[in-house]
């Protein structure tokens, strides 16, 4: 992450925090103000991020070794025709993060103004969030939290949830057409009964720790039925 010329020391701890709320580490700052007590304040439990931070004379040296920038802006490009390319919502720029090979960066602009429009032609991408018309502009820590909150939930691979496949769904509704034929299920009922099941099964898109723990109750149902 890359904070371009940050006026507040504030601003960079809390940014430090909510990095390292959501895995993040890598912290740049180009042309900061001085670091202190506040910053440190701010930081909580993160001042290892900010003691392992980058500094750079300007942000071209800062992006040099990243093979895709991600710029950040509180104007959107469908209103602003001086931007090069269409905006990216914070879960759109997640999401294509995942075809990146190669390192990332996203950049941050200053408080009072945000990023020049020189800053962001050099990007690849420019991410707004979208917000009222009214007030559009996010402090620089909230919009980081949206960011980085969505790139957590969408890369966290420890989160993901492995589903249920094809062959596994088919096999749990197997077991459930058997036990209603163990239970003598009223035949003129079994038929709209086995499509009810199955459209459930379609809904429920079953984890494969949720397949398991039915096909277990079925199995051990028909079991006992068929004592």
């Not at 499509?195 to 079953?206: E, K, N």
Request: charged fraction near 25%.
């Amino acid at each position: 992450m890359i904070l371009a010329e940050p006026k507040f020391q504030g601003n960079i701890g809390a940014m430090a925090r909510i990095m390292k709320n959501f895995g993040l580490k890598s912290l740049a700052l180009v042309n900061p103000c001085d670091i202190g007590d506040d910053c440190l304040r701010r930081a909580m439990h993160a001042k290892d991020v900010i003691e392992n931070a980058k500094y750079f004379e300007s942000l071209d040296l800062a992006v040099e070794d990243l093979d895709f920038i991600a710029g950040t802006s509180g104007i959107d490009s469908k209103s602003d025709k001086k931007h090069l390319r269409n905006n990216l919502t914070p879960r759109d720029f997640a999401s294509k993060v995942e075809e990146i090979e190669g390192s990332v960066g996203i950049v941050f602009g200053r408080e009072s103004y945000g990023l020049y429009n020189t800053e962001l032609e050099k990007c690849d991408t420019v991410i707004t969030i979208p917000a009222s018309v009214e007030y559009p502009i996010l402090n620089i820590s909230h919009s980081a939290s949206i960011i980085f909150y969505e790139l957590f939930v969408a890369h966290a691979q420890e989160k993901q949830i492995k589903e249920a496949s094809g062959f596994e769904r088919d096999k749990l509704m197997k077991h459930f057409c058997d036990l209603l034929d163990v239970v003598d299920y009223p035949e003129h009922k079994k038929k709209k009964t086995q499509v009810m099941f199955q459209r459930i099964l379609g809904r429920a898109v079953l984890s494969k720790w949720e397949f398991h723990t039915l096909m277990g109750v079925f199995s051990r149902t028909l079991n006992t039925l068929n004592r």
